[in-house]
């Protein structure tokens, strides 16, 4: 992984009157230009072949410029692009996909959060030692022939849950499961999904106390899944497995909600668990995470996964939520994001929230 | 109950231009410390033991002062206190349950909304008088030995919905109930649930007339039941019941929707009939209240339930809604209780909204 | 129909500066009054019998007028009326269902968008035509024999879904089939449903640019189906079956929701061959028109229908969506069509946007 060393070398050459916000062009790219633009900050769209069509039906978003790559592998090459135009990348879910993992950690431009999170979140049993070490609740792990309820199975390299099964008795698990890939079986938590987006500021002083810095929670969704969330139209998963289909858990996008407001107390706490972990064990997770949860009718929420970055749920939320509107009006994830790096700025501390 | 020849004794000796609003910090106190602010009016959060830190994280929305008790019962040990300081309380459904039905009604600090509504709302019995008195068409009560189709089985004491269950014939039901605990069966409707948020003004002169003041329609939700709304990834209740697995009705929170609009005269007309009749029978039910319905597939709407307040389903539009927006900007509930309050005031007519 | 020169003579001697924007009291009618208002344009709406109370709690979207019709099928009796008001008419669905499809094209009226359109839309045949002539993915037709897996079985006259059904064998079928009613069979998509409100305008110079215009994608939602969408809560269908229970899919309102990112320059695409085939067959499609559609766990997208006007997922959208914010602000679907009659006013070309 680059040094934060070579990165604050990199950051001392910038022209800060003129940052720019980096990102490519896909997941959650429209709020953060859009967000970037609102707060006076350039933005670059990273594409592939060409600048998407798509952009210019969204004048807001459209990034001031874009730089065109023949593939995201080969984001690498235009290191030096980026760095001569005062660019702060802000990497979403796809960003890092696309790119790599290996050659994220190493690409030689300033990277809004800290990368070191990586290594602890792109690993099913590392990310399970940071949430459990934190005290949060997650499904249990289950072995194969332990299976006495529902479980779910997930393969690590399943793009989109695509080939996750759920399974109730180890016959069901062996008749499904592809002996050849890696996989994890969890406990299968009844209740309703929730994915709540966090933003961890170390630098802002108002408001919810960290032992470093404020905890703020932007909004919440609940990922459409396809074709899990409409297959019940169908049959139940017994009755359509003998017609050979089965449920998937691909994410086709986001609807919008709220959770009964008594359980924020235990919402932040869980929020504030995770941050304060992370701080112990990698330096911190810093700007937007989201914890991935249910909500059980016993009101407890279960963790099951978590992603240490802008999650595209928040792109419901473009224009602010009914959570983010507390904060400040017109509040997306994507806003913050430029908020956090003008306040950094403006404070001499980007060293505090770039890696 | 106490008498409004009482509370109007009280509020003769307020400061009125410098009233608060206070409730208790849950359910949907956000909206409501936040609608009264953007008043102008002074807010107080009632909270146990210490403030909760979450207000920390919605700064238009923490109150401008907390006041502890121990326990939520302890409430009327502070009503000096809240007299002292020109309180009208906004009680919300978490505000009645926490202090207890006989304690609210007692309680000797103004409270929005007329308190004879309790008596009529919080048993069964008594909201299907009132309901059917006013014409509006209800599931059927079943008698159990006369199931002979799908039926929803509630129990009387059961919180948020986790004891009620759903049978199809007696013996479905025989084998699902308890038979130490006080029940009402009625018919299953199949259909959509709507969520129905009105507010009744008798002090607006402008707007959908009514006898005696005017009816609007802030918003609409659907709740978001645990396990219930996913639990058919699982299996079918069928399936499941053989593994021990039962479907519960918990809310864990809302989802934003839209009805068709030409269901809104028959919407409104449920809306007007419930508030007429509560003119007849008890003075009136002032504010905030919800119809919980099931839209049919031949677009008819029944009523299972009724709120008399402010429900949580309103949190998802703190900022406005699709219907509030076309009234004012920005208009969740909790503001326009608090609109309410100031209308009220400069009118000399707190009479009519406090009890 | 109607010739696009005897509409333009009507508009010759229309006082220009005086337009109204004319509609019937349902469907979307709330954000076409608010949107025309909004653009300070004069609204009126036709009713029947009396003016809908419902717009008295919506002072925003009531219209400045009504006129009183009888029945909807006497529309054309107020042609006259209209013209003397400088009318401009905005069809929505219930607008051309409740006045019937040969009164609607011959209406002596100027109104928004192309009739051209409702050949090619109200014809399953011709709609299919149209769509794959576009190179758009439709579900596969499929004749009752060859059923070898799920298919949707919908009947030419069904009103909103109601004796739609979905089968999985031949055997299936014929227990359900109505060999009365004309029927259409297509291949069941499983998948999550996604409607997309996209909007043609072939005057603005800015944008998504096609041959001719540019397409704007203002929103998206999902319908809420009854009693499809709960059904389940009661059993799976093959269980229900037994009971006569059956699931049926009569849309009662819509939820808002999002879009992967990563689905936009798709989804764009699909908008723009309809639009470009739309112009080829019959002069185009003008204003906003819908995709009904089902995105797969492939991440394909299959088109399901065409509404060529404004649909009333829509609504919930009535001052911006996450989409139309990257517009402009508070632009619901009603306020484009506004926005889109003032340009082609102000520009001198009326006749490319009424017919």
Known sequence: MISKERIMEIIGNYDLDNLSIATVCSHSSLQIFDGARKEGLKTIGI???????????????KPDEFIVVDSYKDIPKIADELVSRNAVIVPHGSFVEYLGYEEFVDLPVPTFGNRSVLEWESDREQERVWLEGAGIHMPRKVKAEDINGPVMVKY????????????????EFKRHVNPDEKYT??????????????????????????????????????????NAD???????????????????????????????????????????????QSLKLFGGMIGPFCLETVVTDDLEIKVFEISARIVAGTNIYLNGSPYSDLVDSNLSTGRRIAQEIKLARSENQLDKILS
Chains 1, 2, 3 share one sequence.
Do not use: W
């Not at 690590?156 to 016959?171: L, P, V």
């Not at 961890?200 to 929670?217: D, F, V």
């Open 185 to 226: 079986i969890q406990e299968f938590i009844t209740g309703t999904r929730y994915y709540f987006h966090f933003f961890y500021s170390p630098l802002r002083e108002e408001g919810y106390q960290l032992s470093e810095g404020i905890l703020e929670m932007l909004s919440m969704d609940r990922r459409v899944e396809s």
């Open 47 to 61: 594409c592939v072949k060409k600048p998407p069509k798509f952009y210019d039906a969204f004048p807001k978003a």
């Open 230 to 276: 409409e297959i019940f139209r169908l049959g139940s998963p017994r009755e359509l497995e003998a017609a050979g289909i089965h449920p998937t858990y691909v994410v086709t996008g986001n609807v919008p909600l709220v959770a009964r407001e008594s359980l924020l107390p235990l919402i932040f706490e869980l929020g504030e668990k995770v941050v304060e």
């Open 156 to 171: 690590h390299g399943a793009k989109g849950g695509k080939g996750f099964f759920i399974a109730k008795t180890f016959e």
